[in-house]
């Protein structure tokens, strides 16, 4: 333990914790001798005093931290799979003060924070979607900074992002639309690319030659209807501008 609190590299030399023995052999005895059990202690333990601002660990400051070290769960129970399952639906329902309270809950409980970092990333495209589509940038580069630095500064990250996914407006669509594409293509409809998208076709037009940037033009031999856009955010003006091209996005139909 004493060699994990001074390596910078691939320990927690980081958090600058000086332990005194007390408080080592008491890790150790709450650990039953199982030295993976006595690190990951060690490391929350660490991580716990760090956050406060201290840099020596003694045994009163591993008494104090049993409590929180108590939350810790599996990663195979049901309370680790209810905690991050609370987390994406506070974000999906949009109450930042729930979600940054069960990521609280699961940092508290040890979680692995690639895997919170996962979780944020599909929230941010199934959730939020297109409407922020600024939301998945915000995940993305949340996963970086948290990598970057660890604990215990990763969780003012995760927050950060947690909140704004929260705070975010909502949309489905692009969900619905892959899982509705791909819903087809299993029931047959293996469509063949039409002639003037093919690299050695003819008869294709650049969209951009058109002042608008679009042209009417047949992009799949047999036209369907995959994608349903939101009203909220900015595919709400996503909306509105494929009304103006195409006609089934303003009647609801295939053409």
Do not use: C
Request: no cysteine; net charge neutral; charged share 25%.
């Amino acid at each position: 333990m004493k060699r994990a609190l001074a390596d910078r590299d691939r320990g927690l030399g980081e958090f600058e914790i000086e332990a005194e023995e007390k408080a080592l052999r008491r890790i150790a005895s709450m650990a039953g001798g199982d030295a993976r059990q006595a690190l990951t202690r060690l490391e929350f333990i660490a991580a716990s005093v760090a956050a406060r601002g201290g840099t020596i660990l003694t045994e009163d400051g591993v008494l104090s931290a049993l409590p929180l070290a108590a939350i810790r769960f599996d990663k195979a129970s049901e309370d680790h799979f209810a905690v991050i399952s609370a987390l994406i639906k506070s974000i999906r329902g949009s109450d930042p003060d729930a979600a940054v309270y069960w990521l609280a809950r699961l940092l508290a409980g040890g979680e692995n924070l690639r895997f919170i970092g996962r979780r944020l990333l599909i929230s941010a495209a199934e959730d939020v979607g297109l409407a922020d589509p600024n939301a998945l940038t915000v995940a993305v580069s949340a996963v970086q900074a948290v990598e970057m630095t660890g604990l215990p500064e990763a969780r003012i990250i995760l927050a950060e992002a947690v909140i704004y996914l929260a705070a975010a407006p909502k949309s489905n669509s692009a969900y619905l639309a892959v899982d509705s594409a791909a819903k087809a293509i299993e029931k047959g409809d293996l469509q063949e690319v039409p002639f003037h998208l093919r690299p050695d076709g003819s008869g294709y037009v650049y969209p951009h030659d058109d002042p608008r940037h679009w042209v009417p033009q047949q992009y799949m031999d047999r036209q369907r209807r995959f994608y349903f856009p939101g009203t909220l955010g900015i595919e709400g003006n996503m909306s509105s501008r494929l009304r103006k091209f195409w006609r089934r996005f303003s009647e609801g139909g295939d053409s």
